[in-house]
């Protein structure tokens, strides 16, 4: 008897292998079978007569088979099957490809359901490769589910089908009404909404669009509501928390944006501003910095920092990287070097705890390193620490007033959670300042985010040129190449980014260091090359970012790991191979790695695909550079998940709700705070407390 529990490999018709396949996508039980949703439906819930058939359109056809055979074609080395199938009105030829065993599937005789695109052969009508399945005499029939009505389709793996995939949902529909409905009935009732396994029920085999609709939007409240249940959740928990209030230095914070080498803009004071304010109350600050890349966030937050330290409390700024926050380390000791104040870098890599201590005083820089202190002397002993993860997994701070975390998006709510709990008095709660270059619309932050306030940067630094952007041909490829010889004498460096296909797949970094050994020996030996990548350790690592940002390096051959936050003022061109295999989100974060002073940057796009739908959207970031325009874009062409990396952890996976609707993510948000209202603990709803525990475990780092 089938389970939901029920493994995969004891459903009909799975084996070893096709159990393999099926655990590649995720299923390994018979809910995840039912969770597995379609991304989208072909429409054959008109059934044809073969005499209406007009060539270029999709149809659905019932009839009978006259003719069934295989053939041998020597000139396209392949074994074709054909068969000649009728109904009342005419007869049309069907082709397979290299399917012989549907001749013993199928016979003379037998009654077919056929679903594809009609074509014009030489004055006659063929359908190539239509799905098929054989239906009893009567052409309406139920269970049809691979050629009549609204027909789902699902993303697949290698030699895995549609087919088997919806088989296999079929067997195991009925299990949908054993799925706990975990959300509340009033609110399924003042959101209008359908059970959840009716809505399972309608997703996989919907009888017209209404039922699609009507799933989805099930579905996909679900999924908002659960993040704004767990962002009420946060902001409950924070309104009963106390923090150190942050008295503003008006003048010494005058004295300090006047010795900064550039002007701050409007956008910069305003967020700013903000802040000072929000810091300077009892209750813990939580707020959102969002800003384009290169737009001037840290800078915001170092103004923030400053104020902290003048008070003679701990601020932290937590970076993803070990390189990101070395280089914040570099930039804040560069901005504070005038004034009395230590600052910390603690990472942690090869296996061990790294840190460093400066001391700033008017200009004079003492360097105190690990050969004379431990981490928590450097720790106590600044007022300032950046560092990665190592500030959650190994340190106490003594007195920390301000958490700062850069690309918020890839730290988990535990994670968040973890670093403000570290305050050095468990009853005063850090404020948080989450700043992020992820091009996020403001009604999607307001959904993902719901527990923080939202501050805008919307402006470039002045001086700023625009990135000129180009799709290069191949055939003009040596003209970049050429290019850039002449870029590198003017004594600008440039980056050169190859696509990692998988975060495990070996040939990511394999081809870094093939494009490194051709551009090194073939076609620059002239030229000081690096290279960089995520295997390398990190002293590797830190080396090649040395040199590069000395100068020593002209051209950087490296993966995605300089996509955030890296700073190479005069780096004026970034060359990316392999441009279809980012999103537009991610491409545009590559081209904010040039860009970042005076001088004129361009950002050359190369890709061996050139189907019209690549080159249509590549030339999307040639034409614009708003980020968040482009995320908008970038959601059309490829879906949620490609355009904000929602399967990494730490960022809620959306499997069926726009990232777009935003009255939807509005609802949601509203049922969320009734329920927090009615009861904080959640105890009148134990289904929902077991499902927000569920989630909380699924959305943070391990």
């Not at 009604?443 to 923080?452: F, I, K, M, N, V």
């Not at 030229?527 to 040395?546: A, C, D, Q, V």
């Not at 904000?644 to 959306?654: A, M, R, S, V």
Request: net charge positive; with cysteine.
């Amino acid at each position: 008897m089938l389970t939901l529990d029920t493994d995969i490999t004891k459903i009909s018709r799975v084996g070893a292998a096709t159990a393999k396949k099926l655990k590649k996508i995720g299923i390994e039980t018979a809910e995840n079978l039912l969770f597995y949703f379609p991304f989208r439906y072909d429409d054959f819930s008109r059934l044809s007569k073969i005499e209406e058939l007009k060539a270029g359109t999709s149809a659905n056809i019932v009839g009978q088979i006259e003719l069934i055979q295989n053939k041998r074609s020597f000139k396209r080395r392949m074994n074709i099957t054909e068969a000649l199938v009728s109904d009342e009105s005419d007869t049309i030829k069907i082709i397979w490809f290299n399917q012989p065993f549907i001749a013993k599937t199928l016979r003379v005789g037998d009654n077919v359901s056929l679903a594809g695109k009609v074509e014009d052969d030489y004055g006659s009508f063929v359908m190539k490769s239509p799905a098929y399945e054989k239906i009893p005499q009567t052409p309406f029939i139920k269970g049809a589910i691979h050629t009549q009505g609204l027909v789902p389709n699902y993303h697949l793996t290698a030699n895995l089908t549609n087919k088997q995939i919806r088989f296999l949902i079929k067997q195991v529909i009925g299990l949908a009404d054993k799925i706990v409905d975990w959300l509340p009935e009033e609110i399924k009732k003042s959101a209008k909404l359908i059970s959840l396994g009716e809505a399972i029920k309608k997703i996989h085999f919907p009888k017209n669009q209404d039922d699609i609709n009507k799933a989805k939007r099930r579905l996909a409240f679900s999924e908002l509501f659960l993040i704004q249940l767990q962002s009420q959740l946060l902001r409950r928990d924070g309104s009963q928390s106390v923090s150190e209030p942050i008295k503003f230095f008006e003048g010494e914070t005058k004295k300090f944006v006047d010795g900064l080498l550039f002007k701050l803009t409007d956008s910069q004071r305003k967020a700013a501003w903000r802040i000072l304010k929000d810091i300077e109350k009892e209750k813990p600050m939580s707020r959102l910095l969002e800003g384009d890349v290169g737009s001037g966030k840290t800078v915001v937050a170092a103004i923030a920092m400053f104020n902290v330290a003048l008070n003679g409390k701990q601020a932290v700024l937590m970076a993803p990287t070990e390189i990101l926050a070395k280089q914040h380390f570099e930039s804040l000791c560069k901005m504070f070097a005038r004034w009395d104040i230590k600052i910390g870098l603690v990472t942690r890599s090869d296996k061990k705890l790294n840190y460093e201590l400066r001391i700033m005083n008017n200009g004079n820089i003492e360097n105190k390193n690990e050969k004379n202190h431990n981490s928590l002397f450097i720790i106590h002993n600044s007022q300032i620490i950046i560092g990665t993860h190592a500030l959650i997994q190994d340190v106490e701070f003594k007195n920390l007033a301000l958490a700062v975390i850069d690309e918020q998006h890839r730290f988990g709510v535990e994670q968040r959670k973890a670093l403000v709990e570290k305050s050095g008095d468990k009853k005063i709660t850090p404020h948080l300042l989450s700043m992020t270059a992820t091009p996020i619309p403001r009604s999607l932050a307001l959904a993902l985010y719901g527990d923080l306030d939202i501050s805008i940067i919307n402006e470039m630094p002045l001086g700023r040129k625009k990135i000129l952007t180009k799709v290069v041909a191949e055939e003009n490829r040596e003209k970049a190449y050429n290019f850039i010889r002449e870029e590198i004498k003017r004594g600008r460096q440039v980056f050169v980014i190859c696509p990692l296909i998988d975060l495990s797949d070996k040939l990511g970094v394999k081809s870094v260091k093939e494009e490194f050994i051709k551009l090194d020996k073939k076609i620059f030996p002239e030229i000081k090359m690096g290279m960089l990548h995520g295997k390398m350790k990190s002293k590797e690592k830190e080396e090649i970012m040395g040199k590069f940002l000395a100068g020593e390096i002209k051209i950087l051959v490296s993966t995605s790991v300089v996509e955030v936050g890296v700073d190479i003022p005069n780096a004026s061109v970034i060359m990316i191979e392999g441009a279809d295999r980012f999103g537009l989100a991610q491409l545009h974060q590559f081209r904010g790695r040039v860009g970042r002073s005076k001088h004129q940057s361009y950002c050359f796009l190369f890709t061996d695909n050139d189907s019209d739908q690549t080159i249509k959207r590549l030339n999307a970031l040639v034409n614009c550079d708003d980020g968040f325009a482009l995320a908008k874009m970038d959601l059309k062409f490829r879906g949620p998940g490609e355009v904000y990396g929602t399967l990494q952890k730490g960022f809620p996976e959306l499997k069926i709700a726009s990232l777009f609707d935003y009255e939807l993510m509005k609802a949601a948000k509203e049922e969320a705070e009734k329920i927090i209202k009615k009861d904080a603990s959640l105890n009148n709803w134990p289904e929902l407390q077991v499902k927000i525990g569920e989630f909380e475990r699924q959305t943070h780092l391990e």
